[in-house]
């Protein structure tokens, strides 16, 4: 039988699944799932055939658990403190804010940039099946942005007449083309720019 091999990580012990896991997140971000093999996941999680196959039965077992990774990291970095914030706005700004700092710069799990919109572009012609799952998170934060703009409204912090359809889908299309531009050149001053446009953006909506 194949032990488990543990080791350490960062300052913590890390078996090899959960190193399996990690190894794949980077590739994928920065490869894609399809182009991505199990022989360079092997390779850069240092170990076997045997090894992999103990844990997950095949590559599309090993897409679950990385989706369900990233899907944890993205709570972890863009969802913490926002509840602190009492008014709506604020959590928008702070939204934009974790997403900037602390996830799209997380070159230690997703060097690639966001591994969702990547997975995506990917995998929406020739793995549809997989793509809805990763689309169905895209879709909960357009839908999140939407609610705390609805939310604003009704407490008087946006203008009556702000449309927040339209509103969400602007923030929600600037949050991705920030992903998209910060991918491709990581410049932070870029990335400081960015977030700030859309800071400013949800300023000029308010009465």
Known sequence: MFLDKSFHYQGAIVSLKEDIIHESLKLFSLKGFLSTSIGEIIQQAKTSKGGFYNYFKS??????????????????RVLTDLEQNVMPSQKLKR???????????????IPGGCIFLTLTVELNDQRPDC??????????LKRMIKRYLDQAVVLGELRQDVDTETSAMVLFTGMLGTSVLYGMEKAEPLLRHSVDTLSDYIDSLMG
């Open 59 to 76: 590559k599309d077992d090993l897409f679950q658990a990385v989706l369900a990774e990233a899907q944890k990291i993205w709570r972890e």
């Open 131 to 140: 793509a809805a799952k990763v689309n169905e998170g895209i879709i909960g």
């Open 95 to 109: 939204l934009l804010q974790n997403y900037s700092e602390r996830y799209l710069k997380d070159s230690d799990n």
